[in-house]
Structure formats: C-alpha cells, structure tokens
T-cell receptor, first 114, second 111 residues
Framework: EPEVTQTPSHQVTQMGQEVILRCVPI?????FYWYRQILGQKVEFLVS????????KSEIFDDQFSVERPDGSNFTLKIRSTKLEDSAMYFC????????????FGPGTRLLVL | KQEVTQIPAALSVPEGENLVLNCSFT??????LQWFRQDPGKGLTSLLL?????REQTSGRLNASLDKSSGRSTLYIAASQPGDSATYLC??????????FGKGNQVVVIP
C-alpha cells in the first residue's frame, strides 16, 4: 500500500542552524501539508501546498520557514535558523484531491534543537 | 479559532469492554472529521473519515458518529483488545486545507 515517507527519522541540530526535512508524498496526490507536534501538545497545522504554491499557512509558519517541491516526488520543509522552541515532531501529509479525501500522514521527523 | 477538545484525556479499560471516546469542536463549519490512531513516538494512522453530510462511518470494530449541530463526534471501539492501546486523535478539516486536532484520548486496554 502506498505511504508517505519522511527522512530523517531523527535530527539533532544546534540553535541557529538550518535544517531541511524531507518528505515523499504518495505519488498521485496533489495536496501536501506540514504539521508539527511539540511533546505533550496538540498536532498543529503549519502549511498546505498545492499546484506548486502555498495555499494556506498558519501563524506559526513565519519567515524562518519555507517549503519547496524541488522535483516531482519530494516535498521539503526548511527552517532557516532554528530556535529551541522548534524542537518537535514534524509530520508531512498528502491528499489526493477534494475536501472529501483523507490526509495520509508520514511517520514524522523528530527534531531536537540544542 | 477552531478548537477541538477530547474527553477524557486518558482512560483504562479491561479487555473486552467497549470504548467510547468523545470529541467536541467549536466551529461547526467543518468539511469532514477524521479519527486517527497514534502509537507512542510514531506517526498518525487514519482510522475513519466522516463527511460533514454524514452521520456515521463504520470500519470493523470501529464506529464514528458526527453531530455537526452540537459540535460533537464519538468514536466507539467494540470489544476492546490490548492492541487497541494507543492515543486516538480527532481532527476537523476546515477550509479544505487545515486539520484542527484535539489533544487525544490516551487509551490503555488491560489484558
């Protein structure tokens, strides 16, 4: 069964460093998302991406964040200058089309900023 | 702001008992509502999706209901098993893009 994959599974970085989190959505999906979950808290929406542009972003998704679909298969989240409070599990998700479709989530990347 | 609340936060039940997990949402303008399962340190597995025009969805031992007017959804798990131990998250889809999640119901099924 097709699934969303994410790399790396864990990343440790120093405050102020740039990180890139990678995702490979399900191949025929058109909508792509990033969410994050700080330990012990709710899963929070960051950004949605469709037709090669951001369609919606939350207040969390400030200028330090960016997303890209550099080729036909990868979808990346970049954090330019990490802060301690960026430590969280980051989930990528994808959806086929329309509001009736299920969002399928990847296994997540656990980011720890020291 | 779309707030989603799940009660109880945690519960333990003996094996074989039926589970009832509650989810409430403040903004009834949802497109659909999804229930997910999350195992410790793992990703989210979609269990059921209920369209805003539907009242319930069933998959095996799982049944989820949706009442938009009262802003509630309930997940029923029949004849619980130790393998059902996990955190169950509900999430409402708003604006065709963002899912708003509850904090989850952490379930332990005691053998």
């Amino acid at each position: 069964e097709p699934e969303v994959t994410q790399t790396p599974s864990h990343q440790v970085t120093q405050m102020g460093q740039e990180v890139i989190l990678r995702c490979v959505p399900i191949s025929n999906h058109l909508y792509f998302y990033w969410y994050r979950q700080i330990l012990g808290q709710k899963v929070e929406f960051l950004v949605s991406f469709y037709n090669n542009e951001i369609s919606e972003k939350s207040e969390i998704f400030d200028d330090q964040f960016s997303v890209e679909r550099p080729d036909g298969s990868n979808f990346t989240l970049k954090i330019r200058s990490t802060k301690l409070e960026d430590s969280a599990m980051y989930f990528c998700a994808s959806k086929a089309r329309g509001e009736g479709e299920t969002q399928y989530f990847g296994p997540g990347t656990r980011l720890l900023v020291l | 702001k779309q707030e989603v609340t799940q009660i109880p936060a945690a519960l333990s039940v003996p094996e074989g008992e039926n589970l009832v997990l509650n989810c409430s949402f403040t903004d009834s303008a949802i497109y659909n509502l999804q229930w997910f399962r999350q195992d410790p340190g793992k990703g989210l597995t979609s269990l059921l999706l209920i369209q805003s025009s539907q009242r319930e969805q069933t998959s095996g031992r799982l049944n989820a209901s949706l009442d938009k007017s009262s802003g509630r959804s309930t997940l029923y798990i029949a004849a619980s098993q130790p393998g059902d131990s996990a955190t169950y998250l509900c999430a409402g889809l708003y604006g065709n893009n963002r899912l708003a999640f509850g904090k989850g119901n952490q379930v332990v099924v005691i053998p």
